[in-house]
């Protein structure tokens, strides 16, 4: 369950990017996790579809590298689509 509260952070942090950025939609977004923060791939995305539900993230994939590290998480990348539709 701590993945929701890992998926809460991000969302957080590339809604701030992405209304920084203007996107009218995030494709995807690229995380680096320590393998210490015991985030699994498939719960982090459930948590994270049911936050973005009706947000523009909705629909967007989550894709995690795991680095032998205890605590890192970070948001490395995202892919959006700005307001001119690229």
Same mark, same amino acid.
Not at 25 to 52: D, M, N
């Given at each position: 369950?701590? *993945?929701?509260? /890992?998926? &809460? *952070?991000?969302? @957080? =942090?590339?809604? @701030? /990017?992405?209304?920084?950025? @203007?996107?009218?939609?995030?494709?995807?977004?690229?995380?680096?996790?320590?393998? $210490?923060?015991?985030?699994?791939?498939?719960?982090?995305?459930? /948590?994270? *579809? @049911?936050?973005?539900?009706?947000?523009?993230?909705? $629909?967007?994939?989550?894709?995690? +590298?795991? =680095?032998? +590290? +205890?605590?890192?998480?970070?948001?490395? &990348?995202? &892919?959006?689509? +700005?307001?001119? $539709?690229?």
């Amino acid at each position: 369950m701590h *993945e929701l509260t /890992y998926a &809460r *952070e991000v969302y @957080k =942090i590339v809604h @701030k /990017y992405a209304k920084y950025c @203007k996107a009218n939609r995030v494709i995807a977004i690229y995380l680096v996790a320590g393998t $210490g923060t015991g985030i699994e791939q498939a719960s982090f995305q459930f /948590y994270w *579809e @049911k936050l973005a539900k009706g947000t523009p993230f909705e $629909g967007s994939h989550i894709e995690i +590298d795991y =680095i032998n +590290d +205890d605590t890192t998480l970070l948001v490395d &990348r995202m &892919r959006i689509e +700005d307001k001119g $539709g690229s």
